[in-house]
């Protein structure tokens, strides 16, 4: 079990926009500020979706969109399409421990 | 172009070592924290170990701590993963992944990730 808590998966329809949960605790992230979110495709490394609770990096695209409230942080995904098809996964940290969510799988219909 | 290529990986039995490799080429590799990261079959990922880009600190995962030892090695742009008394359960693929920030804190945004490098511990 993670110590961050994920939806195991979400779907939507082309066009429509969806947020992704992930829950923690004040000792990570209600405690600060560094919060990301990663996308991996199936045999893929992971990508940098979002640092810092609600940065984007270069060549991120804008339809990728995050935010915080407590202890728990959100992604929400705008105009979905097809090639958003792929597993999604918060982090914090907790003192030097670095934590990932679950994951969430994110199935384009 | 930043990049990360790991090997190593292998077949090892319970109670065995392996050694990982994480070669960066594209970026000024004694400036970032590295990090291993790993996934077993069909799970997430979970963090392993962290060491500064100078390698003063370095930080592990309770599953591993005591068993695996992450190193560096800035004259070769290599850093490694040191695995000993394997177990079944540290089966997975293993990434090897750059800090975002220039000497930045131990829980820096993971920029760059390489590909993986596959472990399978049976007997």
């Not at chain 1, 996308?39 to 979002?50: A, M, R, T, V």
């Not at chain 2, 077949?11 to 490799?21: E, F, K």
Request: proline share 4%; hydrophobic share 30%.
């Amino acid at each position: 079990q993670s110590a961050l808590t994920q939806p195991a998966s979400v779907s939507g329809s082309p066009g429509q926009s969806l947020t992704i949960s992930c829950t923690g605790t004040t000792s990570d992230i209600g405690g600060h500020n560094y919060v990301s979110w990663y996308q991996q495709h199936p045999g893929k490394g992971p990508q940098l979706l979002i640092y810092g609770v609600t940065y984007r990096p270069s060549g991120v695209s804008i339809r990728f969109s995050a935010s915080k409230s407590g202890n728990t942080a959100s992604l929400t995904i705008s105009g979905l399409q097809a090639e958003d098809e792929a597993d999604y996964y918060c982090s914090a940290h907790r003192g030097t421990t670095v934590l990932f969510g679950g994951g969430t799988r994110l199935t384009v219909l | 172009q930043a990049q990360l290529v790991e090997s190593g990986g292998g077949v090892a039995q319970p109670g065995g070592s392996l050694r990982l490799s994480c070669e960066a080429s594209g970026f000024t590799f004694t400036n970032y924290g590295v990090h291993w990261v790993r996934q077993a079959p069909g799970k997430g990922l979970e963090w392993v170990a962290v060491i500064s880009d100078d390698g003063n600190y370095k930080f592990y995962a309770d599953s591993v701590k005591g068993r695996f030892t992450i190193s560096r090695d800035n004259s070769k742009k290599t850093l490694y993963l040191q695995m000993n008394s394997l177990r079944p359960e540290d089966t997975a693929v293993y990434f090897c992944a750059k800090g975002r920030s220039l000497f930045g804190v131990p829980w820096d945004s993971l920029d760059i990730w390489g590909q993986g490098t596959m472990v399978a511990v049976s007997s």
